[in-house]
């Protein structure tokens, strides 16, 4: 058996894989939130109480860039060395790569039901294939073609510098700058940019927010869930607290209640 994983800031998705199903068909798949523990390891223990294996080989896609078979992750107090899984988990083979290279090498098995077009265009043959990932961060990676298959590239391109490209970004961006040594566009579109828009909308264009919003982010572990549910909301349009009637700037929708 084969015990793959996906490392994110988070969530971590642990699976295991035959040779005799193959990609596609897991054995065994579970999900842990990952702030909860304070280490990989601990989380595959914790996978193993139910499926103890053994496992002959691991690999896991990690939300960080991979050196020398250890990874910093980029949103999680974790440095994951392959050979202390290995020791610890009891796995002789482990592996770590880049979560979005490991998102790219699948690219090229994806089945038409794992596919869904969001704009038609022309597929080029042997043209560069661009991944990317908003999720607590903002993975990239990309795939090029070498003369006979394509090969995959991992990116940290989540941490190149935000470029706002209209008046509203352009005052968003000036103020984050207040606030952040560098404003990276991960730091607007992904789950950790959720905050800063809201924090944005909230000091700059409505100048209030809602008390119970308020209370429960006051409160929260991660903002983001509670910024997302109260923006979903219909009663609760905009999640900053505007007036009935005012046009909430995630929905586009008018607010029914303050």
Known sequence: MILAGDIGGTKTILAL???ETGPHSPQAEAIFPSREYPSLEAIIQAFQVHYPGPFTAACFGVAGPVVGRRAE???????????????VCNIPIVGLLNDLEAIAHAVPILEPEDVAMLNVGQVVPGGAIAVIAPGTGLGQAYLTWNGLT???NPSEGGHASFAPNTPTEIALLQYL??????VS????????????IYAYF?????????PAVAERLRIARDPTPVIVSAALDPETHPAVGG?????????????RAN
Request: charged content about 30%.
């Open 17 to 19: 894989f035959s040779p």
């Open 73 to 87: 992750i980029t949103n999680l107090p974790w440095v994951i060395e392959a050979d202390r899984v290995s020791a």
């Open 150 to 152: 394509y090969q995959t």
């Open 177 to 182: 700058f207040e606030r952040l040594d560098h």
């Open 185 to 196: 566009v991960e730091r607007v579109c992904s789950g950790i940019g959720i905050p800063n």
């Open 202 to 210: 909230r000091d700059r264009v409505f100048e209030r927010e809602t």
């Open 243 to 255: 007036n009935p009637g005012d046009i909430c700037p995630y929905s586009g929708r008018r607010s």
